[in-house]
């Protein structure tokens, strides 16, 4: 198991940015996908973005691309989530999801895909 701690969530105005980090340990981090999900008040959790374990492949859902990008440092132990020009609706807890595989191109974007969860890290953002 790893475990998942999530950071830089807060509240920002429309247009502008958030970087969130997902701290890692317990296990090797570069064997693992990782992936950012959301849920907003009253909503189910929703995907926003997914990284292969090696960090070559990137997917994103429809409503973030061109505005958040995702990278992780394998040295680090970390996953980033850069997100500009923020927007309402982007308002919601996020929580980083750690799946292991041997696939190093793997970029799963269901939940069940995924093994371990961090706590969320609530991001709010006004109009």
């Known amino acids: 198991q790893v475990q998942l701690v999530e950071s830089g969530g807060g509240l920002v105005q429309a247009g502008g940015s958030l970087r969130l980090s997902c701290a890692a340990s317990?296990?090797?981090?570069?064997?693992?996908?990782m992936g950012w999900f959301r849920q907003a008040p009253g909503k189910e959790r929703e995907f926003v973005a997914c990284?292969?374990?090696?960090?070559?492949?990137?997917y994103y859902v429809d409503s973030v691309k061109g505005r958040f990008t995702l990278s992780r440092d394998n040295a680090k132990n970390t996953l980033y989530l850069q997100m500009n020009s923020l927007k309402p609706e982007d308002t919601a807890v996020y929580s980083c999801?750690?799946?292991?595989?041997?696939?190093?191109?793997?970029?799963?974007?269901?939940?069940?895909?995924?093994?371990?969860w961090g706590q969320g890290t609530q991001v709010a953002v006004s109009s």
């Open positions: 999801a750690a799946g292991i595989t041997s696939n190093i191109f793997y970029t799963p974007r269901l939940d069940y895909q995924y093994t371990d």
């Open positions: 990284i292969s374990r090696s960090g070559v492949r990137t």
């Open positions: 317990g296990r090797t981090f570069s064997n693992y996908a």
